[in-house]
Each structure stands twice: as structure tokens, then as C-alpha cells.
């Protein structure tokens, strides 16, 4: 349920960031009369993503055991993409995102086209939206606790719409980029773990040698799949059954923070370790070089100005926070 929560608020905030943005800029220019239009695409995104999970959970009933496996593991490879696309797009483009949005809307404005505003509301919330529900649907498929996992997303997603609304109106300060670079390290953690998972599927399916399928090793001693080295690499790498029951709250917060499962196999545990070295190394590097510089100290000489109190402030680089909808200094 945390693991899900926090998916739900990062996601749902990224998504409240936007529409806030988009909200206060049509106010500020004294056209909400075409805010409609723009709720029209959020809602229109809102729908896609409830298809796209009511699909997924009720279709996949009339496939056979091995189809399950191929279409969970295949979409959660795709989710874990999403993911890892989303947390360097938000990295990249963060300091940009308020002006880049702000003449997306100048420009549909000027066009004065309908389904221009429209889309821009759909576009915003849906890349967040299916991106939120592959995610999920691929972790309540590896977690079999959909209740609790839904009711942590729903949790999160309501306090995203609470944060995104009183930093809208200014009744809120958060340091957006600290909050994005936590969750973004929690992502890489989590999207780790979904990879590892997906490639489970993939391999009770068929689709990839492990230890269902006949390129497993074989203990000679006990006839079982092998384990440890000597089933490198189609094996399993370790097995922690016995001390951590498959089933138990310890082997569920393992496997929603850490990805980590008592049994896994080598390819599981090697794709794990690639990705978190891998990606989170690329993540690491982008968030030192936009640590915010030093500031040197103002001398103390007769020629420097006091800062007074209404003195703007710097604010550091990261994810903009949204103005108030009644326009900004």
C-alpha cells in the first residue's frame, strides 16, 4: 500500500503541476472561458487510463496461464520504459516546463481552434495517467494484494490533487526539487523491481530460458532446479522460501520497496542489478549537475544593498511551482 501511495503521489502531482500551470495561466490572461475546454481533455485523459486498467484486468481472465504471463510480462517491460522515460523527461525539462507549457497555450489561443486546448489537457494528464496504470496493474499483478495496492494508489492520487490545489493557491511551499528527486530515486527502485518481475513472466511463459523451462540446471543431488552458481545463468540465484515465506508481510514490503522476492532467478537478479546501476547512475549524474551553485557570501562594504523583505527570492532550479490563479508578481 505505501509502495502504491507514493506512485499515486508523484504521479498524481506531476499531472495537478501541469493542469495548475495551465489553469493559472488562462486566468491570468482573463480567458477562463475556455478553461472547459481544457477540464474537457483532462477528463478525456481520466477515461483513457480507467479503460486502459478495466481492460487489462477483466480481458486478461479469458486468456490461457501462459498468455497471462506473456501479456503481464510484456506490459510490464513497457511500463518500466514509461517509468524510466517519465523520471528523466521531468529531470530534463523541469526548469523549462511552466514557459514550454504557457506557449503551447499562446499558440492554441491564437489559432483559436477548439480541439486545440483539448488536447493539450489530454496530452498533459494521459502520458502520467496510463503510465500510472501499466505501473500499478503490473505491480498488484506481482504483489495478488489488488485492494490494498489500489486503495494506496487512491490515497495517493487524492493527496496529489489536495497538494497540486493548495500550491496553486499559494497556500503551500514544497520544495519541488528535492520532493521530485526522492521519488524519482524511489521510481528507479520500483521500476527495478517490475523489470525483475516482468522477467519471471516472461519466463513461466516460455519466452525467456529460466527455471521453468527446460534450460534450467538440474541438481543432481535433490533432481530440482539448481541454485546458487551452479545454475548460472538459467537458474535460480538464490532461494529464501524457508526463511521468508513467499506469503508473508516481511517478503511483500521486500518485494513493493526493493523489488526483492525470496526466490529469484539469475536473469531476474542480473536485469535488477543492470537497471539500478545502470539507470539510477544516469539519474544520480543528472541530479548533481543541477544542484543549485553556491551562493557567495555578500560583502560587507559600504557599496552593498541590504536585501529588504519584499526583495524577490532565488528560488532553486527544479519542477516550477504553480502561481496563483490570481496572477504572479
Avoid: N
Wanted: charged share 10%; hydrophobic share 55%.
Amino acid at each position: 500500500m505505501l509502495a502504491t501511495f507514493l506512485i499515486g503521489l508523484r504521479e498524481g502531482l506531476e499531472a495537478a503541476l501541469v493542469v495548475g500551470i495551465l489553469v493559472a495561466y488562462l486566468s491570468k490572461l482573463g480567458r477562463r472561458d475556455v478553461l472547459p475546454r481544457l477540464w474537457a481533455g483532462v477528463g478525456l485523459a481520466i477515461v483513457l487510463a480507467l479503460v486502459i486498467g478495466a481492460v487489462l484486468t477483466f480481458g486478461a481472465y479469458s486468456l490461457t496461464f501462459e498468455a497471462q504471463e506473456l501479456l503481464g510480462g510484456t506490459l510490464s517491460l513497457l511500463a518500466v520504459a514509461m517509468v524510466t522515460w517519465m523520471i528523466f523527461w521531468m529531470q530534463r525539462t523541469a526548469r523549462t516546463l511552466k514557459r514550454t507549457l504557457e506557449g503551447e497555450v499562446d499558440r492554441a489561443l491564437a489559432t483559436g481552434g477548439l480541439w486545440a486546448l483539448v488536447a493539450i489537457g489530454f496530452v498533459s494528464v494521459a502520458r502520467e495517467g496510463v503510465e500510472t496504470t501499466l505501473l500499478l496493474w503490473s505491480m498488484v499483478q506481482s504483489f495478488g494484494e489488488a485492494p490494498a495496492a489500489l486503495a494506496g494508489a487512491l490515497l495517493g492520487l487524492v493527496a496529489a490533487v489536495i497538494l497540486g490545489w493548495a500550491l496553486a493557491r499559494g497556500m503551500l511551499r514544497l520544495d519541488l526539487r528535492v520532493f521530485f528527486g526522492w521519488t524519482g530515486a524511489f521510481l528507479v527502485i520500483v521500476a527495478a523491481g517490475v523489470l525483475a518481475y516482468a522477467i519471471h513472466d516472461l519466463q513461466e511463459a516460455g519466452a525467456l530460458p529460466g527455471p521453468f523451462t527446460a534450460a534450467a540446471p538440474i541438481d543432481p543431488a535433490t533432481g530440482d532446479v539448481a541454485v546458487g552458481w551452479a545454475a548460472f545463468p538459467f537458474g535460480w540465484a538464490f532461494d529464501l522460501t524457508g526463511s521468508i515465506p513467499p506469503g508473508s508481510a516481511l517478503a511483500a514490503i521486500l518485494q513493493a520497496t526493493v523489488g526483492f522476492m525470496p526466490r529469484m532467478s539469475w536473469l531476474q537478479v542480473v536485469a535488477w542489478v543492470l537497471y539500478v546501476g545502470i539507470v539510477g547512475g544516469i539519474w544520480l549524474r543528472g541530479q548533481l549537475r543541477s544542484r543549485p551553485a553556491a551562493r557567495p557570501a555578500p560583502a560587507a562594504d559600504a557599496a552593498s544593498v541590504p536585501t529588504s523583505p519584499a526583495s524577490p527570492v532565488a528560488v532553486p532550479p527544479g519542477p516550477p511551482s504553480v502561481p496563483s490563479p490570481q496572477g504572479e508578481a
